[in-house]
């Protein structure tokens, strides 16, 4: 295997620990752990919301440390984070503490994504970077999917899923330590703090900030959306994360998709997409099959989606991968920590139907951030 090749399959599987475990397994077992630990829906949406929050911060500072120290490191320490954050879940005793873990366990994430953007870079050929990129993102599929059948193996028992998810993050941050470049191509210079806010990435922000509070409706919730609507115990949800991991594998072709045939237009047919997987898993409408159906479209959108982000972000900085990287998922971030206590609090006040729909909704409005945007010659559709 050559080392681009190793560096992918290893950044695959550090995402897949990090994003598919560390950070979205909590909506898959939210049910077992309200019922153990008696949170409400309000509470469930702080504690969710303080996963992202986590994210946000370790976003910003892994794409310092990316360009400062190099990527092994950071990578490395992603891993070791996820893994704490993780045991904390697994031995949390009440909500404060369980908050607590789960706000470490979701900064894993932040931490993962830059050095990997930056390792990729410097590691493999300008004209595979996208695809890498896109490949290992697509990992978040990967680790959604195998939490599924955990999900379905443990029944209730929450607590030794997430130890045995801390056990594989010690795994992954041993596997970084052998195959991320420790020096990348940023490295070795003094880069400005923020890059400038130039048109094309202010409207990067708007939509990733509105497509990351608009998933929260799954990823936070879909647990707990399938149990009033269709009556699921663990067995149902854990299929439900079985759908949306196994369709989101094919995030890891945004890469190609946008080079074919521009982001533009694969960025509305994906919004499209997560709008109606939302719709289908979360509305008293829903059947058993329609409920699968609704999150495998979500799972294909939401990786899609990101692939799209990371290409876009990339592509704004070339010279800088990590922080291009880091401005699109970080944006991401913030709008599911202001969107997951918002559908918890519409949980709480209004028919689960009502809040479904306004955040199917919400989706759209991303695309109209790139309303009238010229297209980059990076983004454009090739002929």
């Known amino acids: 295997m050559s080392p681009s090749l190793y560096l992918g399959a290893m950044g695959f599987g550090l995402i897949a620990v990090c994003y598919g475990f560390a950070r979205f397994a909590f909506g898959l077992f939210l049910p077992q752990i309200d019922a153990d630990l008696s949170l409400s829906p309000t509470l469930s949406g702080l504690i969710s919301g303080g996963s992202f929050l986590g994210y946000c911060i370790a976003i910003v500072l892994s794409a310092f440390l990316t360009e400062r120290v190099g990527a092994r490191a950071v990578a490395v320490g992603a891993a070791l984070v996820a893994a704490i954050g993780m045991i904390g879940i697994a031995t949390a005793p009440s909500p404060l503490l369980l908050a607590s873990a789960v706000m470490l366990a979701g900064s894993s994430t932040g931490l993962a994504s830059p050095p990997m953007a ?8 300008a004209d595979r970077q996208s695809a890498t990129n896109t490949i290992i993102n697509a990992g978040t599929s990967a680790g959604v999917v195998r939490s599924g059948p955990v999900a ?53 922000i708007v939509a990733s900030f509105l497509m990351g509070a608009s998933s929260t409706a799954l990823w ?71 409920a699968i159906a609704g999150g495998m479209l979500f799972g294909a959108a939401y990786i899609m989606l990101t692939g799209v982000y990371l290409v876009w972000g990339v592509s704004a900085l070339p010279d800088r991968p990590a922080t291009g990287l880091m401005i699109g ?41 790139r309303a009238g945007n010229a297209q980059s010659s990076d983004l454009a559709p090739k002929s």
Do not use: E, N
């Not at 890891?252 to 509305?268: C, E, K, M, N, P």
């Open 329 to 369: 998922f970080l944006t991401i971030a913030i709008g599911q920590t202001a969107g997951a206590p918002l559908f918890g609090l519409l949980m709480d006040r209004l028919p689960p139907d009502y809040a479904v729909i306004v955040f199917a909704c919400l989706t759209f409005t991303a695309g109209l951030a």
């Open 220 to 290: 936070s919730f879909g647990g707990q959306l399938v149990t009033l609507q269709l009556g699921w115990s663990s067995t149902g949800a854990g299929l439900l994360w079985i759908a949306i991991g196994a369709a989101g594998i094919v995030g890891a072709s945004a890469g190609t998709l946008v080079a074919r045939f521009g982001i533009d237009y694969v960025h509305w047919l994906f919004l499209g997409g997560l709008a109606a997987g939302i719709l289908l898993v979360g509305t008293s409408a829903t059947t058993p099959l329609l």
């Open 118 to 125: 930056a390792a990729v870079a410097a590691a493999v050929r």
């Open 152 to 204: 379905l193996m443990m029944g209730g028992q929450w607590r030794l899923a997430f130890a045995g998810f801390g056990v594989a993050a010690f795994v992954m941050a041993i596997a970084a330590a052998y195959s991320v470049p420790s020096r990348t191509k940023t490295a070795t210079t003094t880069a400005a703090s923020f890059p400038p806010l130039t048109s094309d990435i202010v409207r990067l």
